[in-house]
């Protein structure tokens, strides 16, 4: 099972930028045929699904990211990153890592989750 560690969340004002990291402690090349994602849970709400890259890097976004976010790899570091702007208060939850099928369309692991809050 892969473990994956994410970094980088806090308190950010509206219209401010965040970025997030998440680290696959798999090998290299176990990591280069991961797809890979990011989900988020707000409280009350159930979790959905941000952003995911394919093991080719294709990208795929939720209807609600309109072009704020971008997700990327680095195969060599074995990390994945979300990098938010104009965030706003409804972008506040708990974001989650997650490694995925080559494709990214089935989460296989999830991360611990980091807090994200957007204050307006």
């Known amino acids: 099972q892969v473990q994956l560690v994410e970094s980088g969340g806090g308190l950010v004002q509206a219209g401010g930028s965040m970025a997030l990291s998440c680290a696959a402690s798999?090998?290299?090349?176990?990591?280069?045929?991961?797809?890979m994602g990011w989900y988020r849970e707000a409280p009350e709400n159930e979790r959905e699904l941000v952003a995911t890259?394919?093991?080719?890097?294709?990208?795929n976004y939720a209807d609600f990211v309109q072009g704020r976010f971008t997700i990327s790899r680095d195969n060599a570091k074995k990390t994945v990153s979300l990098q938010m702007s104009d965030l706003k208060p409804g972008d506040t939850a708990v974001y989650y890592c997650?490694?995925?099928?080559?494709?990214?369309?089935?989460?296989?692991?999830w991360g611990q989750g980091t807090q994200v809050t957007v204050s307006s």
């Open positions: 798999s090998r290299i090349f176990t990591f280069v045929l991961m797809g």
């Open positions: 890259i394919t093991a080719g890097g294709i990208t």
């Open positions: 997650t490694s995925m099928n080559f494709e990214a369309t089935r989460p296989t692991s």
